[in-house]
Structures are given as structure tokens and as C-alpha cells.
């Protein structure tokens, strides 16, 4: 898809400069996961991250509604060209809106939560969760910056792992017999299934890359039920 994209840009700005809005996007939702897993781990303090982290998702949701409006003005002057592209590029803005919001989620549970972790049998995958999908946002930057299938087919399963992963996390907890105090299962259970939802719609941004809009919303939704 996004290869169709960029025979567009060419000689549409308008469509090249939503492109590089949903670029930004996702540098911004990457600095706000990192920020919040700091925070997470006591490696930077919540109150002094708290209001670039809120100013980063603002300027995210900003980018969205430009996105919008960009992608509205192209298809007011030039009907009936580039609606499917349109229509997705306008599709994954959500996605990279929705990392925005759940990487503040994470930022609340380092925030809120201050009995810390104890039990590696779940901090650890749940940490290597998360360096791994720093790499994930890497990937999907340069797949949708450069139209670069290859990086975007890699988010793809990395993606897939931290899902499954995400789910056997959760089940254990439930099935586990040991004494772990409830409000550390609770911050463990809260953490995967955020660092889940991030890693499907990062999915899904990946997935128009490949041009496989049939497939669009397929894992944020899939995320979302299960």
C-alpha cells in the first residue's frame, strides 16, 4: 500500500505531508514508551515526565486531526484518487493515536503503583517485552518512513510473540498457586495486556505497509475482544 503511496507523493504534497505527520506519530509514541517503562523502573521520576509525556500525546492527537484534514483536502480536489490509500492511511493514524494513549497507561501504572516487583517469574518477560518492542517501534518506523516490507514483516511476528506471550503471562497468574500479593498481580496483569494493545496496533501499522488492507484492524480488534 504504502508503495502506491509513494508514487503519489510525486506529485501530491498534501498526501506526502500526512505521510511524515504519521512518521512523527510514531517517533512521539516511541519516546512516550520509553519514558513510561523508565518510569515503570524507577529510572526517571514521574513527576518530572508526567507533563512532557501528556505534551507528547497531545502533539500526537494534533497529528491526527492534521492527517485528517490533509487527507480530506487531497480527496476534495482530486476525487476518486488514492481513496483506499486515503482511507487507510487515515485508519493506522488511529493506531498510532491509540499507542499514545496506552503508553500513558503504562506511565499510571509506574506512577500509582509503588509496592514494586518481586516475583521474576513475571517482571522478567514482561521486561523483555518491552525492550523488544522498542525495537518493534524502530521497525515500524523505518517500514512506514521507507516503504521497507522487510522491517515491516519482522513487527509483524515480534508483534505475534508479544501477544501470545501477553496471554500465557495472564493465564499463569490466574493458575498460580504461589503467594503473590494482589496488587502486584493486578500491575503485572495491567502491564501485559497494555504492552499487548500497543504491539497489535503497531500490528496493524505494519500490515498497510504490506498492503493488506483487507486485514486493517484485524489485530487492534482481535486485542480488544481478547
Known amino acids: 500500500m504504502f508503495r502506491q503511496l509513494y508514487s503519489a507523493l510525486t506529485s501530491e504534497n498534501t498526501l506526502n505531508l500526512a505521510f511524515e505527520d504519521l512518521t512523527q506519530m510514531l517517533k ?30 497531545r502533539a500526537i492527537n494534533e497529528l491526527e486531526r492534521s492527517i485528517r484534514r490533509k487527507v480530506l483536502r487531497h480527496l476534495t480536489v482530486n476525487p476518486g484518487h488514492d481513496v483506499a490509500i486515503c482511507l487507510a492511511l487515515m485508519s493506522v493514524a488511529k493506531d498510532a493515536e491509540r499507542i499514545g494513549d496506552y503508553c500513558k497507561n503504562v506511565f499510571e501504572v509506574g506512577h500509582f503503583y509503588s509496592e514494586g516487583f518481586h516475583v521474576p517469574k513475571y517482571q522478567e518477560p514482561l521486561d523483555n517485552m518491552a ?6 517501534f524502530d521497525k515500524v518506523i523505518k517500514a512506514t518512513r521507507n516503504s521497507d516490507e522487510q522491517q515491516a514483516r519482522q513487527a509483524l511476528s515480534k508483534a505475534v510473540e508479544v501477544r ?17 500479593e494482589f496488587h502486584e498481580a493486578v500491575a503485572y496483569s495491567l502491564l501485559a495486556r497494555h504492552y499487548k494493545r500497543v504491539a497489535a496496533h503497531l500490528a496493524n501499522i505494519a500490515t498497510a505497509v504490506l498492503g493488506r488492507l483487507e486485514d486493517l484492524d484485524f489485530y487492534s480488534e482481535a486485542d480488544d475482544d481478547g
Do not use: C, T
Open 28 to 57: 512521539h509514541g516511541a519516546w512516550m514508551f520509553d519514558r513510561a517503562n523508565e518510569v515503570l523502573h524507577s529510572k526517571a521520576s514521574a513527576d518530572e515526565v508526567r507533563q512532557p509525556l501528556y505534551d507528547r500525546d
Open 131 to 136: 525492550l523488544e518492542m522498542g525495537g518493534m
Open 164 to 180: 501470545q506471550r501477553s496471554d500465557r503471562l495472564i493465564e499463569e497468574l490466574f493458575r498460580d498457586e504461589r503467594q503473590i
